[in-house]
Nanobody, 119 residues
Framework: QVQLAESGGGFVQAGGSLRLSCTAS????????MAWYRQAPGQQRELVAE??????KYADSVKGRFVISKDSTKNTAYLQMNELKPEDTAVYYC??????????????WGQGTQVTVSS
């Protein structure tokens, strides 16, 4: 079983910054993709940023403001969020594609962390 633990959410004023962390634990052979999604009230969950071994991609709404990074030695992904806007308010979820001998390539979700940006 693989678990993803997120931290770093909170309340911030517009223009401020937050850094989210997501650490994978359990028994697995490799982590292929780590990504951040978000879901605002009444909205569908959307991809914010994704990191693979060869590239990263971002939603247009966060390009130039958010940066995804990974520390493979700690099985941890980060999302540095700068110049936050009220429309960034959402629950942010970590997602990882992990390979295990038992299940093969499987996607896992974290429990989510709330980010609230006031105007």
């Amino acid at each position: 079983q693989v678990q993803l633990a997120e931290s770093g959410g909170g309340f911030v004023q517009a223009g401020g910054s937050l850094r989210l962390s997501c650490t994978a634990s359990g028994t697995f052979f490799s982590i292929n993709i780590m990504a951040w999604y978000r879901q605002a009230p009444g909205q569908q969950r959307e991809l914010v940023a994704e990191s693979t071994d060869i590239n990263t991609k971002y939603a247009d709404s966060v390009k130039g403001r958010f940066v995804i990074s990974k520390d493979s030695t700690k099985n941890t992904a980060y999302l540095q969020m700068n110049e936050l806007k009220p429309e960034d308010t959402a629950v942010y979820y970590c997602n990882a594609n992990v390979w295990t001998p038992a299940a093969g390539s499987t996607y896992y979700w974290g429990q989510g962390t709330q980010v609230t940006v006031s105007s």
